[in-house]
């Protein structure tokens, strides 16, 4: 799939660990340095344990990183200390390790470094994103502290919407499964809607919100000063 993409343009890829078997260290190793030997582009890790039910640990991830184009890791973990873990152990000048949650969780990782995040706020109110981002390059943590503040009533709002709703069915632990999770993506696609920018709804079996949970959503992006 990787080459195919490259054929049609692709100039890198996101890569999450195989989510169906169970894989020892080395068969994950393996699996990711087949992929890049067999591209010309960077490779982006998506270290993500809850679609793959396993979490790359520091020792593998330093191995990895010393393959030639694996150049990064997005690291989805709300575990600050792991993240300082990872970011400790690889050479920067192997690997980039990025904050995969966004900017709820990137003022505490910017505090060890952290050069960037990947975030949904791009998508309808960017200019937070990025003065978050310009904060944590100046080291200006009074700011980042008033961007987190800032942006808490969204995250509130989320909460709010799975506190109505049915729990999630999984045998994973409740500090990497949310009820939120399968609400946040409806969140994004409807806060871009009230942002002039529509890209639709969500797909079953995901969960879309109420025309009157997008009301509530427009108040909470008028008090965050979106709209």
């Not at 010393?66 to 997005?74: L, P, Q, T, Y």
């Not at 300082?84 to 709820?104: F, R, S």
């Not at 949310?178 to 969140?187: G, I, K």
Request: contains cysteine; glycine residues 6%.
């Amino acid at each position: 799939m990787c080459q195919y993409a490259q054929e049609d343009g692709a100039d890198g890829f996101l890569i999450v660990s195989p989510y169906y078997n169970p894989v020892t260290a080395d068969g994950l190793f393996r699996h990711f340095k087949m992929v890049a030997e067999n591209v010309d582009a960077g490779i982006m890790i998506y270290n993500n344990p809850l679609a793959s039910k396993l979490w790359i640990p520091v020792d593998l991830m330093v191995r990895l990183s010393k393959i030639e184009n694996i150049i990064a890791d997005k690291e989805n973990t709300a575990n600050a200390v792991a993240y300082y873990a990872m970011q400790k152990a690889v050479d920067p000048d192997d690997m980039v390790i990025t904050c995969g949650i966004g900017q709820h969780m990137y003022p505490f990782e910017a505090l060890f470094g952290c050069p960037g995040f990947v975030t949904e706020f791009a998508n309808f109110a960017p200019e937070i994103a990025l003065d978050c981002y310009r904060a944590a390059q100046e080291k200006n943590f009074e700011r980042l502290t008033q961007l987190t503040d800032k942006i808490a009533p969204y995250y509130q709002f989320l909460g709010r919407l799975s506190r109505r709703r049915s729990a999630i069915p999984t045998v994973l632990s409740p500090y990497i499964s949310s009820n939120e999770l399968p609400l946040y993506q409806s969140v994004i696609k409807e806060a871009m809607d009230l942002t002039g920018m529509p890209v639709g709804k969500v797909r079953e079996p995901m969960e879309n919100i109420t025309p009157a949970e997008k009301g509530e959503l427009r108040e909470v992006l008028v008090e965050m000063g979106v709209l």
